[in-house]
């Protein structure tokens, strides 16, 4: 069996101190997160504003409406329904879709980007959990070797005993066949 350089647990002292490091940092973590209230109560204005406006302008209800408001505006115009109101090319159709686009755009990425730094702490939080079970795997691995070592030593000692038993057995027949006279 295969040791780690100059340590008998088989661990090197930095996955020791990794091992201790996260195990203290997962119980720090538990007992802030019972004195914090939950994440969507902590955001701002500005991110619960973002986060609405995202989900909006990202569903297909919000598509369907603002495709309608298209048609009925272009066909308004077209038929003359509002004469002169907007007249072809729409000038007035692409300043409200420009405006709509200079705006949303920058919240749906507010939105976005603070979504990128929940799933990268998620991701760091899943390496640490990760690392932490490999070292904990390689922890239980140690034992059962140990085990298997201990237990070895024990059926050696027991084949030993049961070999020197059998000895002393065979020697004691031979001496009380030679006594008795057979050959």
């Given at each position: 069996?295969?040791?780690?350089?100059?340590?008998?647990?088989?661990?090197?002292?930095?996955?020791?101190?990794?091992?201790?490091?996260?195990?203290?940092?997962?119980?720090?973590?538990?007992?802030?997160?019972?004195?914090?209230?939950?994440?969507?109560?902590?955001?701002?204005?500005?991110?619960?504003?973002?986060?609405?406006?995202?989900?909006?302008?990202?569903?297909?209800?919000?598509?369907i409406v603002q495709s309608t408001?298209?048609?009925?505006?272009?066909?308004?115009?077209?038929?003359?329904?509002?004469?002169?109101?907007?007249?072809?090319?729409?000038?007035?159709?692409?300043?409200?879709?420009?405006?709509?686009?200079?705006?949303?755009?920058?919240?749906?990425?507010?939105?976005?980007?603070?979504?990128?730094?929940?799933?990268?702490?998620?991701?760091?939080?899943?390496?640490?959990?990760?690392?932490?079970?490999?070292?904990?795997?390689?922890?239980?691995?140690?034992?059962?070797?140990?085990?298997?070592?201990?237990?070895?030593?024990?059926?050696?000692?027991?084949?030993?005993?049961?070999?020197?038993?059998?000895?002393?057995?065979?020697?004691?027949?031979?001496?009380?066949?030679?006594?008795?006279?057979?050959?």
């Open positions: 069996m295969e040791e780690k350089a100059g340590n008998p647990g088989g661990m090197e002292p930095a996955e020791h101190d990794l091992l201790a490091d996260l195990r203290r940092a997962r119980h720090s973590l538990r007992l802030r997160a019972m004195n914090e209230p939950p994440a969507a109560a902590r955001l701002t204005t500005g991110q619960r504003i973002a986060d609405a406006v995202a989900t909006v302008m990202g569903s297909w209800s919000f598509i408001i298209l048609i009925v505006w272009i066909t308004a115009n077209l038929v003359g329904a509002i004469s002169g109101w907007d007249p072809y090319p729409f000038i007035l159709l692409n300043l409200a879709l420009s405006f709509q686009a200079a705006y949303a755009a920058p919240v749906i990425m507010m939105s976005q980007n603070r979504q990128q730094d929940i799933d990268r702490k998620a991701a760091k939080k899943d390496y640490r959990i990760n690392v932490k079970a490999e070292l904990e795997i390689e922890l239980l691995h140690e034992k059962i070797d140990q085990l298997r070592e201990w237990e070895f030593l024990k059926l050696t000692e027991a084949v030993m005993v049961l070999t020197e038993l059998q000895q002393q057995s065979a020697s004691h027949a031979c001496e009380s066949d030679s006594k008795v006279g057979r050959p």
